[in-house]
């Protein structure tokens, strides 16, 4: 096995008084997928959102690409732009088109040209399926359309790693598929990922380990097979029973 | 979104037609009651001598002037302090709009109370408190707080050293009229720059090359057509150099505080109105907050604010005209106050000054509109 691309060890996050990750361990390795899912509330999009220092963690270590996470890093922007995410409510910019939506961060953040970055943009457009789309707004597209815009514009600089927060739970059942066939290419393609869904369906075709949290804490951890045939821990059992059942 | 702005146009056109009908007849009405009450009526009187003096006035004017030309004194008093207003107010709203969001305590704190304070209290009391609890409480021209033996505050105003022109300072007009349009074109040039070649040129060296050698050209051409009219104190009062008078001071001063209270509101709820999504995927990017800020939040912010944004602009503007309660000359003052009690033509006086508002409120929606207009989003926003 290579190295870790992501590796936290007895992290701990609290919002105020509020323990909201417990004495978290995870290592991820290049090109691994992982699946997380939980309850409403124990965590998973806070865990995420750390690996990228959306949020900040307050105990332990969190490394990423051989970077370690903490208050005194200097170039936080490095690492952003190698970590891609993908967000429940997509959050396209709806003054810019398609288009300059995913040239935006290459042209700033990266110094390309234009020229160079629609380019670049046009191709992954291509690759999630909207390469007709390109000059409209956001605001003249259906939510699926829009959440793949927001893969696209994530991919546009080149990441390593790919953290998803529930990409398709705000999305008409009808449109949830054709996200997930583009998440599932991507997977194909040996992307590093990261993701909290409760598409259990996905889970199985691509999830490399699959993890449960609970109230802030990694409650089971095992592949797919293993997790949803013979999960260990009651809780698991439970929230199982309760997703699978529709 | 583009449909309604040509409504609110629309609109805005019938109520003009309405209102010039409805004054159109009334004056009409009026016009023939007084013709057979014997009562002079009509525009003749702006041609006639004014008689009276004005003690602000931008261009030459003299008590042997016509009322017309009263009228256009007026209109240019009113309009520069309502134009340094809006942009005094402006800048200090902004700052005051941001300072109220800011993550430091006392800094957010200090703007709460400035904006409760000053929104809270009566603008009229705000132009008196400046005028006669304050400037006309400074001390006399004898005793005038001096900086620097060339700029006097007293209470008969601020007394500054002044630039006066002569020949040739047309050129010095041409040479800095060049810097700004070299301004305007190196910014363009650096952000085509940027999107071509991914590397942003320079902007601020060749713009003080460019200012350097314009102003040495200038003065190659025309030498140096200035002389610098310092005041100094002659009897009771200053000589020489430019008076700002305290009516005036202390209206600029209320307005724009006044105003500025308002719009850090404004601001405020205008950026707030920015989903923090926006924030979010942005920094996901890998975009420092100063660019999250100026490519991302500020646009989006702005189409909330224009909108009350122009209404308070129309309301300082129509606010200056509470200048009467202090009798700085603006339109109102020299108009409605003084011709209208010397030529008593109620009517008419009226009517142009409830033109010369309505054309300025009118043309300052125009202009925000059109603003408004090109940063309209298409579609709905997600
Ligand atoms: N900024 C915040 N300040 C205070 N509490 C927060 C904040 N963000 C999240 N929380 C709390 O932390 C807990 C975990 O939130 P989180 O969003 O990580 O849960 P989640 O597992 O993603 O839930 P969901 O499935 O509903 O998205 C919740 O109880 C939430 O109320
Ligand atoms: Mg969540």
Redesign the interface.
Known sequence: MTDPVIRISNMNKWFGTFHVLRDINLQVAAGEKIVICGPSGSGKSTLIRCL?R?EHHQEGHIEVEGVSLDGSMKNL??I??N???V?Q???????MSVLENCT??P???K??????AEALARQFLERVRIPDQAD??????SGGQ?QRV?IA??LC?NPDIMLFDEPTSALDPEMIKEVLDVMVELAEDGMTMLCVTHEMGFARQVADRVIFMDEGEIVEENEPEAFFSNPQNERTKMFLSQVLSH | MRSWLNRDALLQAIVLLAVVAGMVWLVGNVQSNLERQNINSGFGFLSERAGFGINQTLIDYTEDDSFGRVVVVGLLNTLLVSVLGIFFATLLGFSLGVARLSRNWLISKIAMVYIEIFRNVPLLLQIMFWYFGVLRNLPSPRQALSIGEAMFVSNRGVVVPWLEAGAGAVWYGVAFAGVLAGGFWLRRRALKM??????ASRVWRPLALLTLALFAVAALLAGVPFTLDVPYLKGFNFRGGLTVIPEFVALLLALSLYTAAFIAEIVRAGINAV?K??R??S??????ES?ALR??VI??AL?VIIPPLTSQYLNLTKNSSLAVAIAYPDIVSVLAGTTLSQVGQAVEIIFVTMMIYLSLSLLTSWAMNRYNQR?A??????
């Open positions: 990228n959306l922007e490095s952003r732009s970590v891609g995410m967000f409510q997509f959050n396209l910019f709806p003054h935006l961060a042209i700033w953040v110094q390309k040209t234009k020229q160079e409209k707004y956001p605001g003249q597209l829009q927001a514009r994530a600089m | 940027k999107l071509n070649t991914g590397q989903d999504g926006q979010e995927a920094a996901a990017l890998g975009l420092p660019l490519l991302v646009p989006q189409r940063m989003l298409v579609g709905n926003a997600s």
